[in-house]
């Protein structure tokens, strides 16, 4: 019995471990977020570009997609189920469609969940920025050697809050000014 006490002891992860593992989830969700966010903003207060909104969406919530391709989640939310309309007429002949409505209607719900799921990865990415800092400060306060300023996840959370909040100041002084 006490062997198994002693590999489940083995096997926990120490706050330093969560402390560095946390980090890298803060740091891949402020990248894609300071990417993905200025190219959202730009494209809704100056060109009102859709496509180039759903572009920068997609970038922010790029990490939580992967994470649901890699699992096999988007597969199925973008399949649709195509058809044939035939038509037969009372003289006996028969027309097709070829399967265009079928494809052309396949394409607009593919569309509509594209924006969907970006819109709920945006979310998601959102709860997990929130989540991920709570959880980075009190691992912080836990461990006893703790990773100077420079190199812990402060700096990279400042970032971000100033690039959510200051991107849309940013981007309508240069449009002003030159743009």
Not at 108 to 119: G, N, Q, R, S
């Amino acid at each position: 019995m006490s062997n198994s006490h002693d590999e489940a002891v083995a096997k926990e992860i120490s706050p330093e471990e969560k402390l560095q593992a946390t980090y890298k989830r803060l740091l891949i969700t402020v990248i894609f977020g300071c990417i993905g966010w200025p190219v959202f903003v730009y494209a809704f207060n100056h060109s009102f570009n859709p496509l180039v909104m759903l572009l920068g969406g997609a970038i922010v919530s790029a990490p939580i997609l992967y994470i649901m391709a890699k699992g096999g989640g988007l597969k199925d939310v973008f399949k649709t189920d195509e058809y044939e309309v035939i038509t037969t007429y009372s003289d006996g002949r028969k027309t097709s469609d070829g399967g265009s409505e079928s494809f052309l209607m396949g394409l607009i719900v593919k569309f509509f969940a594209l924006i969907f799921i970006v819109f709920i990865g945006c979310l998601i990415q959102l709860g997990i920025a929130i989540w991920m800092t709570i959880r980075y400060i009190v691992l912080y306060t836990k461990v006893s050697v703790k990773p100077t300023f420079i190199k812990s996840a402060f700096p990279i959370l400042i970032l971000g809050t100033v690039v959510l909040f200051g991107s849309g100041w940013v981007i309508n002084l240069l449009m002003s000014n030159g743009g």
